[in-house]
């Protein structure tokens, strides 16, 4: 007579414990997905928070050398754009009519007035580039145009003091006084917390805001 053991038939994995192999499988996957994720937002904010300190750095460095902000606005066209008394103005890195990036990339069609307001053809600011429009990252247009995205693909806002002193330098950053002449800051994850969309001053919505001061 054959052995006992030898009798029984190999059996494959029952529905139950298929479903629980499956169970842990997705477990570990979304617990991997929530590290990746949370690795992912680091490395974000740290790319911003190097935009912002290099470009408040350029900007710094600019006026230093020219005696002014680095836009092409006229002095009309500043007072205008002036807030608090004509004492600071707003710009965003996206290629406006401030023409901020151009000039502290020193990339302007050199048959255009640009080309007067940085005189030095010196590139103050670098970062790393992008050849998708919107996308983060340095974009370079064509006719003398340049915008700068954070990681979220929004555009970095700048404050700037439009009577820059060394002595005392300050800008306001809604309800914040920043003691420098340049402020930079990115809206974040959530995009939103700027001047622009009245949330400057919520801490709901800047709690994710990533900032050079």
């Given at each position: 007579?054959?052995?006992?053991?030898?009798?029984?038939?190999?059996?494959?994995?029952?529905?139950?414990?298929?479903?629980?192999?499956?169970?842990?499988?997705?477990?570990?996957a979304?617990?991997?997905?929530?590290?990746?994720?949370?690795?992912?937002?680091?490395?974000?904010?740290?790319?911003?928070?190097?935009?912002?300190?290099?470009?408040?750095?350029?900007?710094?460095?600019?006026?230093?050398?020219?005696?002014?902000p680095?836009?092409?606005?006229?002095?009309?066209?500043?007072?205008?754009?002036?807030?608090?008394?004509?004492?600071?103005?707003?710009?965003?890195?996206?290629?406006?009519?401030?023409?901020i990036?151009?000039?502290?990339?020193?990339?302007?069609?050199?048959?255009?007035?640009?080309?007067?307001?940085n005189?030095?053809?010196?590139?103050?600011?670098?970062?790393?580039?992008?050849?998708?429009?919107?996308?983060?990252?340095?974009?370079?247009?064509?006719?003398?145009?340049?915008?700068?995205?954070?990681?979220?693909?929004?555009?970095?806002?700048?404050?700037?003091?439009?009577?820059?002193?060394?002595?005392?330098?300050?800008?306001?950053?809604?309800?914040?006084?920043?003691?420098?002449?340049?402020?930079?800051?990115?809206?974040g994850?959530?995009?939103?917390?700027?001047?622009?969309?009245?949330?400057?001053?919520?801490?709901?919505?800047?709690?994710?805001?990533?900032?050079?001061?």
């Amino acid at each position: 007579m054959k052995a006992p053991f030898l009798n029984r038939k190999s059996k494959g994995f029952t529905l139950i414990e298929l479903l629980v192999v499956i169970a842990i499988i997705l477990t570990l996957a979304g617990i991997s997905m929530i590290v990746v994720n949370g690795v992912m937002e680091k490395s974000r904010i740290t790319t911003a928070r190097s935009d912002c300190n290099g470009l408040q750095t350029a900007i710094e460095n600019y006026m230093m050398d020219n005696g002014r902000p680095p836009v092409a606005w006229t002095g009309r066209e500043m007072s205008r754009k002036a807030r608090k008394d004509g004492q600071y103005y707003l710009t965003t890195a996206l290629d406006d009519d401030s023409r901020i990036m151009s000039i502290l990339t020193n990339y302007m069609d050199r048959g255009d007035e640009d080309r007067k307001l940085n005189p030095k053809k010196t590139a103050y600011f670098n970062t790393t580039t992008t050849d998708v429009e919107g996308a983060p990252g340095l974009f370079f247009e064509s006719r003398g145009r340049v915008s700068l995205i954070d990681p979220w693909e929004s555009p970095y806002h700048i404050v700037l003091n439009a009577n820059p002193d060394d002595r005392s330098p300050r800008v306001q950053v809604g309800s914040r006084m920043v003691t420098k002449n340049v402020a930079v800051y990115s809206v974040g994850k959530d995009k939103q917390g700027s001047t622009e969309d009245g949330h400057i001053n919520n801490q709901e919505f800047t709690d994710d805001n990533v900032t050079s001061w």
